[in-house]
């Protein structure tokens, strides 16, 4: 596990703590949608910016979300044509850097056993009300998203993503 005492720190050790995680990581041009010698225990979303790894649940929100990060299961699944939905917690929880993220950051996902690596294409708020960023679609995308400010939540930080190259 990697502890981190001050935001130097965090950025130096950040992606070290990922490869040290996950050490059988394909070049970017070999990966997409390959099964991984060696992939996590369980379900995971890895971001190697925001130095994420967390666990992926479905079933009840609440408990997903105390643990980790929660996929909408009326969403596609990670690698399925269509929108994989992904929530998480911001206050000391997964999501917490979430909107630091920019254009072209790797978001990669460990589902039943394989690797699905998308891209991040964009970074916007939107009020709660907005569910658009639910709906299913047919373009195999990604999204994130979280509340914002972190104890209002009166907004939502949401990124999308897109499947990485293959």
């Known amino acids: 596990m990697c502890v981190y005492r001050s935001a130097p720190m965090f950025a130096r050790t950040a992606q070290s703590c990922i490869d040290a ?17 060696a992939a996590p225990a369980g379900d995971r979303l890895v971001i190697p910016r925001i130095a994420v790894d967390a666990g992926i649940s479905e079933g009840n929100i609440d ?19 269509g ?26 996902v460990y589902w039943h056993g394989r690797e699905y690596d998308y ?20 373009q195999e995308l990604l999204t994130l998203y979280t ?6 939540g009166d907004r939502r930080t949401v990124v999308i993503a897109e499947p990485a190259l293959r």
């Open 21 to 37: 995680a996950y050490p059988s990581r394909f070049p970017t041009s070999e990966v997409g949608s390959s099964p991984v010698s």
């Open 63 to 81: 408990a997903a979300l105390d643990s980790g990060v929660y996929h909408y299961p009326e969403t596609a699944a990670p690698g399925e044509a």
């Open 83 to 108: 929108n994989a939905v992904i929530a998480g917690h911001r206050l000391r929880r997964a999501f917490t850097l979430l909107h630091v993220l920019k254009k072209g950051d790797p978001v990669i």
């Open 119 to 138: 891209r991040v294409m964009v970074v916007f708020e939107v009020d709660p009300s907005d569910t658009a960023i639910l709906e299913r679609g047919s």
């Open 147 to 152: 509340c914002l400010p972190r104890t209002v």
